[in-house]
């Protein structure tokens, strides 16, 4: 492979910002959830990367075809790799992707088959664009891009910002993370935060049921989460975690009187050692996504409630891991049910496309 921008390339990213910037050089794209994906073509050759140089080609073998029919002979490709459902971006079934064994993901291809969003070109045939603004990248990529294959796309493009609301809100419900924001002006900087990005925000009580140690051995590193459903099981919704090294050590003594005889009568005592099992909500065992990685924890007595901030829901749980706002005492155990959360009702995905390409 022989092209003007090589791999590995550290993709442009976007600063977190609480509301829609408005500038006359400003234009708006939904934020897609699922995996950001460097794609190289060099004739037969098709590469697929992530974000963090990890290889992707193996993976989506689909995608690799399809794009070789969608791309010209030698480009540079920036977008996002999703699975489009009835129901919207399904972001778990992605991850079941990124299986060892290649049987797994030649069947998985066949059933679940990825779709790539494209959203910027960082070169084409001899020349490299990323020195240029991105009005002419996003002219040269709408031209470029050949959208008759099924499952690829180019990615929606308003410079209103009525628009860019209007998707924010309508369109949570199918899976987006929310809203980018870029200037027309600006060139490719690989690995800075040259974008910006509006994310959905919410807050919930939630039961704290346990807790996991911090990777480096000190300190807790996340909060183990549950909520109440309507028969009175505690569901595992995720985790609250990104404390700073200060934090983790003040919750190691903060927590300790919940630790005591905490699993006698705990709603998880029988996974307190078992393997999480695909589709599940066991806190427990070995990562389905990282292989080895260990997710064993440290059971609390169901007393605590904490406020926690989380994007939005996806199959019953926080899609993202949450972010402690502060502990609630205040409040007890039971009332942190499944009814507090906003959940957005599901938009047709395709009504997206449709309004573009009618506009």
């Known amino acids: 492979m022989d092209l003007p921008v090589m791999p590995p390339v550290k993709p442009m990213l976007a600063t977190l910002v609480r509301e829609l910037p408005i500038a006359s050089e400003l234009v708006y794209?939904?934020?897609?959830?699922?995996?950001?994906?460097?794609?190289?073509?060099?004739?037969?050759?098709?590469?697929?990367?992530?974000?963090?140089?990890?290889?992707?080609?193996?993976?989506?073998?689909?995608?690799?075809?399809?794009?070789?029919?969608?791309?010209?002979?030698?480009?540079?490709?920036?977008?996002?790799?999703v699975i489009v459902t009835d129901a919207g971006l399904d972001f778990d079934t992605l991850q079941l992707r990124l299986h060892p064994a290649a049987s797994r993901v030649r069947k998985l291809a066949a059933e679940t088959p990825a779709s790539f969003v494209a959203f910027?070109?960082?070169?084409?045939?001899?020349?490299?664009?990323?020195g240029e603004h991105f009005g002419e990248r996003r002219r040269l990529l709408e031209r470029i891009l050949d959208v008759a294959p099924s499952r690829v796309h180019l990615t929606p493009l308003?410079?209103?910002?009525?628009?860019?609301?209007?998707?924010?809100?309508?369109?949570?419900?199918?899976?987006?993370d929310g809203v980018m924001a870029k200037?027309?002006?600006?060139?490719?900087?690989?690995?800075?935060?040259?974008?910006?990005?509006?994310?959905?925000?919410?807050?919930?009580?939630?039961?704290?049921?346990?807790?996991?140690?911090h990777k480096d051995g000190e300190g807790v590193g996340s909060l183990l989460l549950g909520l109440f459903d309507d028969e009175g099981t505690l569901h595992h919704v995720g985790v609250a975690s990104?404390?700073?090294?200060?934090?983790?050590?003040e919750l190691v003594t903060e927590l300790a009187p919940l630790r005591q005889n905490a699993l006698d009568h705990h709603p998880w005592r029988e996974w307190a050692a078992?393997?999480?099992?695909?589709?599940?909500?066991?806190?427990?065992?070995?990562?389905?996504?990282?292989?080895?990685?260990?997710?064993?924890?440290?059971?609390?007595?169901?007393?605590?409630?904490?406020?926690?901030?989380?994007?939005?829901?996806?199959?019953?749980?926080?899609?993202?891991?949450?972010?402690?706002?502060?502990?609630?005492?205040?409040?007890?155990?039971?009332?942190?049910?499944?009814?507090?959360?906003?959940?957005?009702?599901?938009?047709?995905?395709?009504?997206?496309?449709?309004?573009v390409s009618s506009s």
């Open 274 to 355: 078992a393997h999480a099992e695909a589709g599940g909500r066991m806190p427990g065992g070995l990562s389905r996504w990282s292989a080895g990685k260990d997710l064993s924890w440290e059971p609390l007595r169901t007393e605590l409630v904490a406020e926690v901030r989380y994007e939005h829901l996806q199959a019953g749980r926080f899609r993202h891991g949450g972010r402690l706002v502060r502990f609630r005492p205040d409040r007890t155990p039971e009332s942190c049910t499944y009814a507090q959360l906003e959940e957005a009702p599901p938009a047709e995905l395709a009504a997206l496309f449709e309004e």
């Open 183 to 213: 200037s027309t002006q600006a060139r490719y900087e690989q690995d800075r935060r040259v974008m910006w990005k509006v994310k959905h925000e919410r807050t919930a009580d939630c039961v704290v049921a346990g807790f996991r140690v």
């Open 158 to 176: 308003s410079a209103d910002p009525d628009v860019a609301r209007d998707w924010f809100t309508r369109f949570e419900g199918a899976g987006f």
């Open 120 to 130: 910027d070109l960082l070169a084409l045939d001899d020349r490299d664009l990323t």
């Open 29 to 81: 794209e939904p934020k897609w959830d699922g995996f950001r994906c460097l794609v190289f073509r060099d004739g037969d050759e098709v590469e697929l990367g992530s974000r963090n140089d990890r290889p992707l080609t193996r993976y989506f073998p689909e995608l690799a075809e399809l794009l070789a029919e969608a791309l010209p002979p030698r480009c540079v490709v920036d977008g996002e790799i």
């Open 242 to 249: 990104g404390f700073t090294a200060a934090r983790r050590r």
